[in-house]
């Protein structure tokens, strides 16, 4: 049947591709009744500024499979993405970040706290994104000046897409954008300097090679004087070390996400954290 096909048709004869389709077909089963079996779950990790206090969270989807265990992000948001569900299972982690921040916004000792949600750019892109987006707020009632949308430079790789009118729609509610992993996409200073941002979040990969590579120090340097230049907030993520953070700190960058101040936990664990400190 392979040969009737004609020479450019891909048969999937060998049997370690065979394999690997027949895992990704069943992930992406899995997948599908993971939103129905309450497989999801909002991790977060703690931000923190100069005196180590808690500042926010970033809100961290995780899968609890039956067999596999906890299954990384940077495994199924891919297949979410190819797959479509995204929209959905994004709606999810912004419904429940939402709700818990107006939570937090209840409490006297947390009031204070941020929260920063990841924002997949097909889930951006869709067209129910606002409208999904406006139910959410109005539902949960939380407070949108606390609320980080997080979004990386691809979301701006569409030609002729409308995500700059988005962006200001949301930002009209109160909404701030956080561009995520900044310094690893291939957007244009003279364009990036143009969106409606109010943050920058220097990616894991300078962070952690400031002490390291002097190219990288770099690229660290000269993003903090940027966002202090278009008046932007800067946070570093992936902080690990003392050394790291004293490194940011007398190179002016205030705020710090990494394992050294806490790994993404549970809700429960964050709160612990957050009391015992
Ligand atoms: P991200 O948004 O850049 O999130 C930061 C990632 O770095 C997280 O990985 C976090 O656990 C990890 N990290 C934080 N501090 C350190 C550190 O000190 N050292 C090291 N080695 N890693 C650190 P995680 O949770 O595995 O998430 C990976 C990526 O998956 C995220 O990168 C984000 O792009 C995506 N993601 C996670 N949750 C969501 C979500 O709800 N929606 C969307 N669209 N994407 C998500
Ligand atoms: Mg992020
Ligand atoms: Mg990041
Ligand atoms: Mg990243």
Redesign the pocket.
Known sequence: QAKAKGRDTLCFFDPVMQAALLASIHLERDLRQALVLHQWQL?Y?LQVDINGNAIGA????RWQHPERGLV???EF?PLLESTGL?SEV?AW?LEKACYQLALWAQNDQLCHLTMS????PL?FHDIEFIPHVKAIFNRSKAPLERLKL?V?ESLFLEPDDNAHDKMLSLKALGVRFSL??FGTGYSSLAYLAQLPLDQLKI??TFV?QVLTSSANAAIVESTIVLAESLDLEIIA????TRAQQAWLLAHGCCAY????FG??VTLEEFEAQLAAA
């Open positions: 991790y990790q970033e809100a961290l989807l990384s992000p940077e948001i995204i994004g982690v949600v990841n924002i997949s889930q997080e990386t995520d992993d990616d894991q952690q993520e992936g902080v690990e996400q990494g394992y050294l790994r993404p």
